[in-house]
């Protein structure tokens, strides 16, 4: 299913032939943008696995739940800076019009 604007495609570098301050601007929300998606992307592997309805690799408990916790923020960290689902660059996008 294609939605519109929604691409897994990286987000642009930020210009560099404009005024140094609004390329420092695009840098951060660019930034921001894909903090957004990886914490999007880590409560989505939260909640499947909440849904898969597993006991887990370790047998439960506290120690796993912290593990699980820091093994999904790390993929969707490394998922993100790849690309992700496409959310960072949709935002990046919109937000940018907003600002001009």
Known sequence: MQIEGFTPEPL????????PS???DEAKLQEACKQFETLFLTQL????????GSSGIMGGGQGE???QGMLDEERAK????EGGVGLANLL?????QQNL
């Open 45 to 52: 592997f939260a909640q499947m696995r909440k849904s898969s």
């Open 92 to 96: 990046f996008q919109q937000m940018k």
């Open 78 to 81: 490394n998922w993100a800076q």
């Open 22 to 24: 609004q390329a420092q």
């Open 65 to 67: 739940e912290m593990f």
């Open 12 to 19: 642009p570098k930020a210009a560099t032939s404009s005024a």
